[in-house]
Nanobody, 118 residues
Framework: VQLQAYGGGLVQAGGYLRLSCAASGRPLSSYAVGWFRQSPGKEREFMAAINWSGVSSNYADSVKGRFTISRDNAKNTVYLQMNSLKPEDTAVYYC????????????WGQGTEVTVSS
């Protein structure tokens, strides 16, 4: 499966963005999908994940209550709604697919850059 993340941009603190992760090659419904981010000089960190059906999800503590992951398998797309953005959310965001939410993520898309200005 090939993944492409998009929807990043420049937003002021307190604002919102919705990232999308579009899949091709295989149905995204076959996979759990996670969102990760990486800031300059920092390691990549987990943000959120959703299981294949959308029934189960989990979040990093740093984004719980602000970010929401969802999916539309008919559109082969997973979304990350990001609200109440903070400057520390500035990073390149990546989506990735795995067999299950707790497995290693084998398929990665290119990142989309999010910049939150103060």
């Amino acid at each position: 499966v090939q993944l492409q993340a998009y929807g990043g941009g420049l937003v002021q603190a307190g604002g919102y963005l919705r990232l999308s992760c579009a899949a091709s090659g295989r149905p995204l419904s076959s996979y759990a999908v996670g969102w990760f981010r990486q800031s300059p000089g920092k390691e990549r960190e987990f943000m959120a994940a959703i299981n294949w059906s959308g029934v189960s999800s989990n979040y990093a503590d740093s984004v719980k209550g602000r970010f929401t992951i969802s999916r539309d398998n008919a559109k082969n797309t997973v979304y990350l709604q990001m609200n109440s953005l903070k400057p520390e959310d500035t990073a390149v965001y990546y989506c990735a697919a795995a067999t299950n939410m707790w497995d290693d993520y084998d398929y990665w898309g290119q990142g989309t850059e999010v910049t939150v200005s103060s």
